[in-house]
């Protein structure tokens, strides 16, 4: 490998601090080298930050790579709002994920895998053993606790009945296309709970409709649950809310709205708020609607706010959302009157950094979130939801204080196909020197309406952007035209253009960057991930500036790619017609119409089952390349793998091939002398 391996003493060192999370003025004065992939390997992520309803607690996800067992451990954590040292309440080798605190704050549910299918489990916050909530045969999705603490409610699919055993033992279990990806159908079930136990549950969904989420009214009775025709992604669009006024009772549609919503809240006097476009297809700002249960159009309450809306919580007189801006994350806050919007948003939180996955207590008094930056790791934070003071109360990656990182920033630019000012986040080699030209590497997000943040990037996938940046590459995140935070308008602008002027906002990119000095236009690699990939196909068949490759998941035949993805409405909204309707624009639009340009250097890796963009994708554009004979290409296939690689070793032989084709084909000065 060409990577640098962690010394014994250092991974000794990793070892130990990941088993305690305390304060970086602990660890002292400590040498910086730069990042490795082993570095990259053990970093734990945190999630599900869950305040309890008095503000006092806040529980929450961490998230480790278990190489020995070859998979991912997930344990639930406990930190006071006060501050002190953070509790680690399970130790299970496996995942423990989504804790949702008791109405009365007195414990903690969460969902595990440490039976055959997933089941709800309970901790107190001051540890001890857990105990199993839930018994279902299929396994446990979603789960909430009704207010009251005395039901909980969860998504599942059904007990196979005796017919239905018997059935599958005579014919086998054959695969209907059209429910592939999601062969059972989700329902609501609701229980009654004995000593925070779950009793025998009822059903409390229809048949006919599949169950994707759902909330409790405050009164512990009447739930909403969003729901599909179907378990087939496909049908999105057309899900819509339901009301059901008591378990069992007869569910009710209180949304019609065309594009597909789902409920976020429901509070004593905002009543019930869902989200959705009010669009069927698009690139639409997704908005909060108030959902008159009497009847009644739904009233939106983000119109002034021009970005996709999350819901964080409400008083009488403010609505919390929070949502994305350029390059960054916020709250913002909503006046209401009489339960509709009474002014603009105004920004509660500073810009310092990227805020993301709020919890509010009860009262509103406190939120806490998950905050990071450019040298700043993933953590948990809390600050009062009126007086935004963000005070850190985790740090989850001490070990990090040894690695030094390149020096991140957000720069901007002119598309030379029409002068829209288009951003992105540009990751300077460690050591870097003002007027030094070095390697420049794109990492292109996928989407196309994902985002490339200023954020802690380490890595962006398979893509190691602190391992580039210390050997030497910068490296740049462009946001490209369709990319999300930058408002409605720009989101939408490569609808019926993309392999359009959203390439020439990449490309344009590179040549701001060699115009001021930091590229070095005979050293540029290329890589991307879904979307990204598709950009990097398409890249390669239009220049030969690129010196490498790789591209991850890419699509590059649009036509077959329409009826192998899991979402061909993709390209409804992207394109307009379908491919029958119009063979030649789809053609266009292929990088595999070009293939016989490419003479880039091309590592290809895909998930074994990928089912949003096909393994035959990539086998098909590598067979081509390697046939045609002007390129080196590289196909990896990794096994039982979906759209995103997910096991610890495969992770780490993603990205260790990606450092040794770019270190192959694009050298680095180790000095980085100063040249023109």
Same mark, same amino acid.
């Given at each position: 490998?060409?990577?640098?391996?962690?010394?014994?003493?250092?991974?000794?060192?990793?070892?130990?601090?990941?088993?305690?999370?305390?304060?970086?003025?602990?660890?002292?004065?400590?040498?910086? !080298?730069?990042?490795?992939?082993?570095?990259?390997?053990?970093?734990?992520?945190?999630?599900?930050?869950?305040?309890?309803?008095?503000?006092?607690?806040?529980?929450?996800?961490?998230?480790?790579?278990?190489?020995?067992?070859?998979?991912?451990?997930?344990? &639930?954590?406990?930190?006071?709002?006060?501050?002190?040292?953070?509790?680690?309440?399970?130790?299970?080798?496996?995942?423990?994920?989504?804790?949702?605190?008791?109405?009365?704050?007195?414990?903690?549910?969460?969902?595990?895998?440490?039976?055959?299918?997933?089941?709800?489990?309970?901790?107190?916050?001051?540890?001890?053993?857990?105990?199993?909530?839930?018994?279902?045969?299929?396994?446990?999705?979603?789960?909430?606790?009704?207010?009251?603490?005395?039901?909980?409610?969860?998504?599942?699919?059904?007990?196979?009945?005796?017919?239905?055993?018997?059935?599958?033992?005579?014919?086998?279990?054959?695969?209907?296309?059209?429910?592939?990806?999601?062969?059972?159908?989700?329902?609501?079930?609701?229980?009654?709970?004995?000593?925070?136990?779950?009793?025998?549950?009822?059903?409390?969904?229809?048949?006919?409709?599949?169950?994707?989420?759902?909330?409790?009214?405050?009164?512990?009775?009447?739930?909403?649950?969003?729901?599909?025709?179907?378990?087939?992604?496909?049908?999105?669009?057309?899900?819509?809310?339901?009301?059901?006024?008591?378990?069992?009772?007869?569910?009710?549609?209180?949304?019609?709205?065309?594009?597909?919503?789902?409920?976020?809240?429901?509070?004593? /006097?905002?009543?019930?708020?869902?989200?959705?476009?009010?669009?069927?297809?698009?690139?639409?700002?997704?908005?909060?609607?108030?959902?008159?249960?009497?009847?009644?159009?739904?009233?939106?309450?983000?119109?002034?706010?021009?970005?996709?809306?999350?819901?964080?919580?409400?008083?009488?007189?403010?609505?919390?959302?929070?949502?994305?801006?350029?390059?960054?994350?916020?709250?913002?806050?909503?006046?209401?009157?009489?339960?509709?919007? !009474?002014?603009?948003?105004?920004?509660?939180?500073?810009?310092?950094?990227?805020?993301?996955?709020?919890?509010?207590?009860?009262?509103?008094?406190?939120?806490?979130?998950?905050?990071?930056?450019?040298?700043?790791?993933?953590?948990?934070?809390?600050?009062?939801?009126?007086?935004?003071?963000?005070?850190?109360?985790?740090?989850?990656?001490?070990?990090?204080?040894?690695?030094?990182?390149?020096?991140?920033?957000?720069?901007?630019?002119?598309?030379?196909?029409?002068?829209?000012?288009?951003?992105?986040?540009?990751?300077?080699?460690?050591?870097?020197? /003002?007027?030094?030209?070095?390697?420049?590497?794109?990492?292109?997000?996928?989407?196309?309406?994902?985002?490339?943040?200023?954020?802690?990037?380490?890595?962006?996938?398979?893509?190691?952007?602190?391992?580039?940046?210390?050997?030497?590459?910068?490296?740049?995140?462009?946001?490209?035209?369709?990319?999300?935070?930058?408002?409605?308008?720009?989101?939408?602008?490569?609808?019926?253009?993309?392999?359009?002027?959203?390439? &020439?906002?990449?490309?344009?990119?590179?040549?701001?960057?060699?115009?001021?000095?930091?590229?070095?236009?005979?050293?540029?690699?290329?890589?991307?991930?879904?979307?990204?990939?598709?950009?990097?196909?398409?890249?390669?068949?239009? /220049?030969?500036?690129?010196?490498?490759?790789?591209?991850?998941?890419?699509?590059?035949?649009?036509?077959?790619?329409?009826?192998?993805?899991?979402?061909?409405?993709?390209?409804? /909204?992207?394109?307009?017609?379908?491919?029958?309707?119009?063979?030649?624009?789809?053609?266009?639009?292929?990088?595999?119409?070009?293939?016989?340009?490419?003479?880039?250097?091309?590592?290809?890796?895909?998930?074994?089952?990928?089912?949003?963009?096909?393994?035959?994708?990539?086998?098909?554009?590598?067979?081509?390349?390697?046939?045609?004979?002007?390129?080196?290409?590289?196909?990896?296939?990794?096994?039982?793998?979906?759209?995103?690689?997910?096991?610890?070793?495969?992770?780490?032989?993603?990205?260790?091939?990606?450092?040794?084709?770019?270190?192959?084909?694009?050298?680095?000065?180790?000095?980085?002398?100063?040249?023109?």
């Amino acid at each position: 490998m060409l990577t640098r391996l962690v010394s014994p003493r250092r991974a000794a060192m990793a070892v130990a601090v990941l088993c305690w999370l305390g304060s970086p003025a602990s660890l002292g004065a400590v040498q910086q !080298n730069p990042m490795t992939v082993e570095d990259v390997l053990t970093i734990r992520t945190v999630s599900g930050v869950t305040i309890s309803p008095d503000g006092r607690w806040v529980a929450y996800v961490v998230t480790a790579r278990d190489f020995d067992e070859n998979r991912n451990n997930s344990d &639930i954590w406990v930190v006071a709002v006060d501050g002190g040292e953070p509790r680690r309440l399970t130790h299970h080798d496996g995942t423990d994920t989504s804790p949702d605190w008791s109405g009365d704050g007195t414990w903690i549910a969460f969902r595990s895998d440490r039976e055959e299918h997933s089941q709800v489990y309970g901790i107190r916050p001051d540890g001890g053993e857990a105990w199993q909530v839930t018994d279902w045969e299929t396994g446990v999705g979603g789960f909430a606790i009704a207010p009251d603490g005395n039901s909980i409610g969860f998504v599942a699919s059904a007990k196979k009945s005796d017919d239905d055993e018997e059935l599958e033992e005579l014919r086998g279990r054959p695969i209907v296309w059209d429910s592939s990806y999601a062969e059972d159908w989700s329902r609501l079930w609701v229980a009654p709970m004995r000593d925070n136990r779950a009793l025998e549950s009822e059903q409390s969904s229809p048949d006919t409709l599949n169950v994707t989420g759902f909330v409790w009214a405050p009164d512990s009775k009447a739930l909403a649950f969003g729901a599909r025709p179907s378990p087939v992604l496909r049908t999105y669009p057309h899900g819509a809310v339901f009301v059901v006024d008591e378990p069992g009772g007869e569910a009710r549609k209180v949304t019609t709205m065309p594009g597909g919503e789902s409920p976020v809240a429901w509070h004593e /006097t905002m009543g019930l708020l869902v989200s959705g476009t009010a669009h069927e297809l698009g690139t639409y700002n997704s908005k909060l609607w108030r959902v008159p249960l009497d009847g009644g159009d739904p009233v939106s309450l983000t119109d002034g706010l021009d970005e996709h809306a999350g819901y964080v919580g409400a008083t009488a007189r403010t609505l919390y959302v929070a949502a994305r801006h350029r390059t960054g994350g916020r709250l913002y806050e909503i006046p209401l009157r009489n339960g509709i919007a !009474n002014g603009a948003p105004s920004v509660v939180s500073d810009d310092a950094l990227y805020y993301t996955g709020f919890s509010a207590s009860d009262d509103m008094s406190t939120v806490a979130f998950i905050a990071t930056g450019p040298a700043d790791p993933h953590d948990v934070y809390v600050s009062p939801a009126n007086d935004f003071r963000p005070r850190k109360l985790t740090t989850v990656n001490p070990q990090l204080a040894e690695v030094a990182l390149g020096e991140q920033r957000v720069v901007d630019w002119r598309s030379s196909a029409d002068g829209e000012e288009i951003e992105g986040v540009l990751t300077l080699p460690v050591g870097y020197r /003002t007027g030094t030209r070095v390697p420049l590497l794109l990492v292109i997000h996928g989407g196309p309406s994902g985002i490339s943040s200023n954020t802690f990037a380490a890595t962006r996938g398979a893509y190691p952007i602190q391992v580039f940046a210390g050997m030497g590459y910068a490296v740049l995140q462009p946001n490209y035209r369709g990319s999300t935070g930058y408002g409605e308008r720009f989101r939408g602008l490569n609808r019926g253009d993309i392999s359009g002027k959203d390439w &020439i906002d990449i490309d344009s990119g590179v040549d701001e960057l060699i115009s001021e000095g930091i590229a070095d236009p005979d050293r540029l690699g290329i890589m991307g991930w879904s979307f990204g990939g598709h950009h990097t196909y398409w890249g390669i068949t239009q /220049t030969d500036r690129y010196a490498a490759a790789s591209a991850g998941a890419g699509a590059n035949d649009l036509i077959s790619m329409y009826s192998q993805t899991d979402l061909p409405e993709f390209y409804h /909204t992207y394109l307009g017609p379908k491919p029958w309707e119009d063979f030649e624009l789809y053609e266009e639009r292929s990088a595999y119409r070009y293939v016989e340009r490419v003479v880039t250097p091309l590592l290809i890796q895909v998930g074994e089952r990928d089912e949003r963009v096909p393994a035959e994708q990539s086998i098909q554009f590598f067979e081509a390349v390697r046939a045609i004979g002007k390129a080196p290409t590289k196909l990896i296939l990794y096994p039982g793998q979906p759209h995103g690689v997910r096991q610890p070793r495969l992770v780490r032989d993603l990205m260790s091939r990606n450092v040794e084709w770019f270190t192959r084909w694009i050298p680095t000065a180790g000095d980085m002398s100063s040249g023109g």
